[in-house]
């Protein structure tokens, strides 16, 4: 209702048979009020947030006096709290036991509740407070630093027993231990309780890490001539694991010698699998392995020869692949027969899985091309039709084999207000970080509340983010609920103004831009990867500068690439130069996009163009990169579904082609 509407018609009553109107001027009077009010609590905010950047800046320069003069300022300021925590933190060698329990009391709303408890511990042990340290640290903690101090104060205040049972823990690990460690080891080692059993076997923890110099440490610190001769020779077996042969039948003691026997096999085979399976011959006679290992050990070198182009080679690796046990490298033989269009062979190595396994969707289809590859069509298609309507891409790919339309299970969610009602102070101050761009802390925030509350109302935090347009809040939030089948909350059509202006710029199709972004960053415009791609569509720096070099694309520093527009500009070319090289062939470019275009040149010549597109996905040998492809493929058919747009699942061209 617009202002001229609402004052079209005089409010009239009545008062013993009299009839009053309502002034007009009464009515603006009130609406100037409205507004008044509604300007002057933006100029509040305003003002709450100028005090609070500032509080920000004093307490970087440490001026906790000039913070406490214009606190009051901000006291009911939402974020308040945060600057409150950071001033708290740099007092903390000030604080009593009580103290720090009652502001994490106070603050348990906020993720910064626990993380104070680190900080703190390593503050008791700087300042030796150990009595204080065991009555702050009422449960085990997790950490292996806070472990180590834990058990150090343990020793301090006369539990002796405890404390060493908890050096001989934290000592067994094949990496490193935490400095704080040292004075624990230093007062177990002391007290006689350091074996040579246990340094040796450290050691072949050491082995099973790969961690050469704390192996050459480790031997240094043997004491008897026994365990010195024994440390030698774990630390040669590890210089030259060809001496495998040799040290499984010498007089080193179990368990460690089957196990470093494992070991030094494996590390030979991934040198040289030539001489690991030579070196089998000798081991597979030594009386002394168990047939547990023996099959162990021939199995890790067998799957050595996976893609070996000898035919002698190949039948040996399936005569002990034939014998095992183990799914992952089953079905790495079966993807092989895939791979080959092997059907005969491809039916028989599914059928070694475990039923759990076999019973999949993926395996159930591969079942059914064998068999209607074999000739046996009524029994693939019925066993194809068994799996159509559920929820991934072997079920779509079924029903693009069977020529029936794709169809998946869809749920909704209607948001309910008054669920959300006792988290409105939180979810308050995740939108003020929002408007602040203060994204990570509000990440932060969100994750913590959802792993407060239950799954009913994480799917109503979900609606809530998806009413609000919190892209990536709302996929972390449907993730975190499961909501598998709740299409329109995991897959939020975010930032769709510069996916469509890219797209008509370059002739891509927006739900594809969309669905690697999906796929790449959940929507998280401020992502950053272990490798460090960043932003929405993932992109290394390196790519980001040759693609704006080659593209003309206005570029300066990597910080850009969180920039939404930027970050999609840089995207979407980068996509469409793969899309151009590969003929415009998705499963190719979205390879090369997740490995890189060398990889994809290489699996294109170990398939040699006899796969179809469904059976060339399933031969790609990186697990991530395959299920990238697929969950993309099946992205697109949700946001197309979304948006109401019409598309295949394979082009014509990607249907017909050969890989």
């Known amino acids: 209702m617009n202002s001229k509407q609402r004052y079209r018609k005089p409010l009239v009553s009545t008062a013993c048979g009299a009839i009053v109107t309502l002034a007009l001027p009464a009515l603006m009077s009130s609406a100037i009020a409205s507004e008044t009010n509604a300007s002057a609590s933006e100029n509040k905010l305003e003002r709450q947030r100028a005090a609070y950047d500032m509080a920000q800046e004093l307490i970087d320069s440490r001026n906790i006096n000039g913070y406490n003069k214009i606190r009051p300022k901000i006291a009911d300021y939402s974020l308040t709290p945060y600057v409150d925590y950071r001033v708290f933190s740099l007092q903390l060698a000030d604080k009593s036991v009580s103290q720090v329990n009652r502001f994490i009391e106070k603050h348990q709303a906020f993720p910064f509740s626990s993380r104070i408890r680190a900080p703190y511990v390593d503050q008791l042990a700087r300042q030796k407070r150990w009595d204080d340290l065991l009555s702050f640290q009422t449960r085990y903690p997790s950490g292996e630093r806070y472990q180590c101090h834990y058990h150090y104060a343990q020793l301090k205040t006369g539990n002796t027993d405890s404390a060493y049972d908890g050096a001989k823990t934290l000592w067994k690990s094949g990496d490193s231990v935490d400095?704080?460690?040292?004075p624990l080891f230093d007062s177990w080692t002391k007290a006689g309780l350091r074996s040579d059993e246990l340094v040796l076997e450290r050691m072949t923890l050491a082995f099973q890490r790969r961690n050469g110099s704390l192996i050459n440490y480790l031997n240094k610190q043997l004491k008897t001539s026994k365990g010195k001769q024994q440390g030698k020779q774990i630390q040669s077996l590890f210089k030259s694991p060809k001496m495998v042969t040799k040290f499984a039948s010498s007089s080193f003691p179990e368990p460690n010698?089957?196990?470093?026997?494992?070991?030094?096999?494996q590390k030979l085979a991934r040198?040289?699998?030539?001489?690991?399976r030579t070196a089998l011959v000798s081991l597979n006679k030594n009386s002394q392995l168990t047939p547990e290992l023996k099959q162990s050990m021939n199995e890790y070198v067998a799957m050595r020869f996976i893609t070996t182009d000898s035919d002698s080679e190949a039948k040996w690796r399936d005569s002990i692949l034939a014998k095992s046990s183990s799914d992952g490298y089953l079905e790495r033989r079966a993807r092989l027969a895939v791979q080959q269009a092997d059907w005969r062979g491809l039916e028989q190595w599914i059928g070694k899985l475990s039923d759990k396994a076999k019973q999949t969707s993926r395996w159930q289809y591969w079942l059914a091309r064998a068999e209607i590859s074999r000739g046996d069509k009524a029994q693939g298609e019925k066993r194809l039709e068994s799996i159509v309507g559920q929820r991934n891409f072997y079920s779509a790919a079924a029903a693009v084999q069977l020529k029936h339309s794709i169809v998946y299970p869809i749920s909704t969610t209607t948001l309910d207000n008054a669920a959300i009602a006792p988290y409105q102070t939180s979810l308050t101050r995740i939108e003020e970080l929002i408007a602040r761009d203060k994204i990570?802390?509000?990440k932060s925030e969100w994750r913590f509340l959802l792993s407060r509350v239950s799954t009913t109302d994480r799917e109503m935090l979900a609606a809530y983010a998806g009413k609000k347009r919190w892209h990536h809040l709302t996929v972390v939030a449907t993730i975190s609920a499961k909501m598998w089948d709740n299409m329109s909350l995991r897959f939020p059509q975010a930032h769709a103004w510069w996916f469509n202006f890219y797209g008509e710029k370059l002739d891509l199709d927006k739900d594809l831009l969309m669905s690697l972004?999906?796929?790449?960053?959940a929507m998280d415009v401020e992502a950053r990867s272990s490798v460090g791609a960043r932003?929405?569509?993932?992109?290394?720096?390196?790519?980001?500068?040759?693609t704006a070099k080659k593209h003309k694309i206005a570029y300066k520093r990597t910080s850009e690439l969180y920039q939404v527009a930027k970050n999609i500009e840089i995207g979407s070319h980068y996509l469409n130069e793969l899309l151009g090289n590969y003929d415009y062939n998705r499963i190719f470019a979205l390879a090369a996009y997740n490995a890189g275009p060398n990889r994809v040149k290489r699996w294109r010549a170990a398939s040699d163009g006899n796969l179809d597109a469904i059976a060339f996905i399933e031969a790609i040998p990186f697990r991530e990169t395959r299920g990238y492809v697929q969950n993309i493929l099946m992205f697109q058919v949700y946001y197309r579904d979304l948006m109401g747009v019409q598309g295949s699942f394979l082009t014509d061209a990607e249907a017909k082609r050969r890989y």
């Open 517 to 521: 972004a999906r796929q790449e960053s």
């Open 179 to 182: 400095s704080a460690c040292d």
């Open 257 to 265: 010698r089957s196990t470093l026997t494992e070991l030094a096999l």
């Open 535 to 546: 932003g929405v569509m993932q992109i290394m720096p390196a790519t980001a500068k040759y």
């Open 271 to 276: 040198s040289d699998k030539e001489q690991a």
């Open 440 to 442: 990570a802390a509000a």
